[in-house]
Each structure stands twice: as C-alpha cells, then as structure tokens.
Nanobody, 122 residues
C-alpha cells in the first residue's frame, strides 16, 4: 500500500505563486513516476505535471513555462510543484499521484492523494 500526503494549497491572487509538496510512503520500490493532476468544478481531472526517478518531466501545455515540478533530493519520494504566474483558471483541487511508469501515470495513476485546494482570485 502507498500513502500520499499533499501540502501547500491555499488562496492567492492572480499573478502570484504557490508551492505544493507531496510525500509518499509505503511500498515505493516500483513507483517510478510521481506528479500532479487537478480537477476544477464541472471539469474532468487533468494531468498537470509528472516527474520520473530519472528526472524526465511531462507538463500540460496550459502550465508550461509557469509551473515546475521537482524531486526533493534529501527525500527521494517527495515531489514539489512550484506554481508561478497563477491564473484564475488554475483554480482546482490538486491531487498528487504516483505510478509504476510515466506512461501509466499519464493514462491512469496507481495511487492518489486526498487533494489540496488551490484558489486563484482575479
């Protein structure tokens, strides 16, 4: 079993920044990809960003150049999402997720966190 704990959500004005973190624990040895999805009210859940153990990243087009995903070198199964130049349309519940491969992560992650709310006011 795998547990994912998110932190760092909140309320910010448009143009501001937030940093999300996710710490994984449990049976982690086969989980090579971690990252974030988000779901806005009335919309489908969508991939935001992912990173593999080798450092390969994958971003949604809507966040490229504004968001940056990284791994914590001191805590290997911790990932961070630095969100800059936030827009009202970034408002959503952000879910940490993990999977055995990047392809599986893009299709359907194996494990999910509980989610953290990000609200961007105009």
């Amino acid at each position: 079993q795998v547990q994912l704990v998110e932190s760092g959500g909140g309320l910010v004005q448009a143009g501001g920044s937030l940093r999300l973190s996710c710490a994984a624990s449990g049976r982690l040895f086969s989980l090579l990809a971690m990252g974030w999805y988000r779901q806005a009210p009335g919309k489908q859940r969508e991939l935001v960003a992912a990173i593999t153990t080798s450092g390969t990243t994958n971003y949604a087009d809507s966040v490229k150049g504004r968001f940056a995903i990284s791994r914590d070198n001191a805590k290997y199964y911790t990932v961070n999402l630095q969100m800059n130049s936030l827009k009202p349309e970034d408002t959503a519940v952000y879910y940490c997720a993990t999977s055995s491969t990047l392809n599986n992560f893009v299709r359907s992650p194996d494990y999910w966190g509980q989610g953290t709310q990000v609200t961007v006011s105009s």
